[in-house]
């Protein structure tokens, strides 16, 4: 069982910036991809950014450019520093891990970007 804590969000201006931490329980080297999802009222979850063991990433077409994900692995969290953020990008962010077969989510952070 893998747990999954996030931090880091709120409410901020069109254009500011924002940074979301996700703590997990283990190593992070034990899992096959870690990676950011978004999910906004009366819309699909979708991905945001992931990043594979071997630190290879990748990000949807909306945020390239915007945000980057990281990985502290002495503090076994992954990081996505969200700038130049727009109203378009509210909503829960919710931090996924892959290990083995096994998919694990963290309970969700609210993002809200006022214009």
Known sequence: QVQLVESGGGLVQAGGSLRLSCAASIS??????????????GKKREL?????????????????????????????????????????DTAVYYCKADVAYSTYWGQGTQVTVSS
């Open 48 to 88: 945001v950014a992931a990043i594979t063991a071997g630190g290879t990433t990748n990000y949807a077409d909306s945020v390239k450019g915007r945000f980057a994900i990281s990985r502290d692995i002495a503090k076994n969290t992954v990081n996505l520093q969200m700038n130049s953020l727009k109203p378009e």
């Open 28 to 41: 992070i080297f034990s899992l096959n991809t870690m990676g950011w999802y978004r999910q906004a009222p």
